[in-house]
């Protein structure tokens, strides 16, 4: 999975992550393994849609979180970013109901 963090400088945008059957490992640099899903957001969004404060399906309807994948990849993506247990709790955040910010 490779992340595009539009917010940030060039040389802190791309991420990847290298998901296997026994756990994640993150990535600083391109590791040359064919990418299944494309993810595209801010920084403060993923942060948000860990932390719960953004539903994964409110940030893919929305727009405020790209992914371009196979549908087998898409459907696995909540399990693959491995959100907080507190995700699954309804946020009393007002976050949901503030505009998105344009990425850049």
């Known amino acids: ?3 595009e963090f539009t917010d940030q400088p060039k040389d802190k945008r791309l991420w990847w992550f290298v998901n ?9 640099e391109d590791p ?12 403060p969004d993923m942060i948000y849609v860990v932390r719960g404060d953004l539903t994964l399906i409110r940030a893919l309807s929305s727009g405020r ?12 993506l909540g399990r693959w970013l491995n959100l907080s247990p507190l995700a ?5 955040h007002r ?3 503030v505009a998105a910010p344009r990425r850049g």
């Open 20 to 28: 296997r059957d026994d756990g994640c490992e993150l990535c600083l």
């Open 88 to 92: 699954k709790i309804k946020s009393q």
């Open 95 to 97: 976050l949901e109901a």
């Open 1 to 3: 999975m490779r992340v």
């Open 32 to 43: 040359g393994l064919e990418v299944d899903l494309y993810l595209a957001c801010t920084l």
């Open 65 to 76: 979180l790209e992914a371009i994948g196979t549908a087998r990849a898409r459907k696995a």
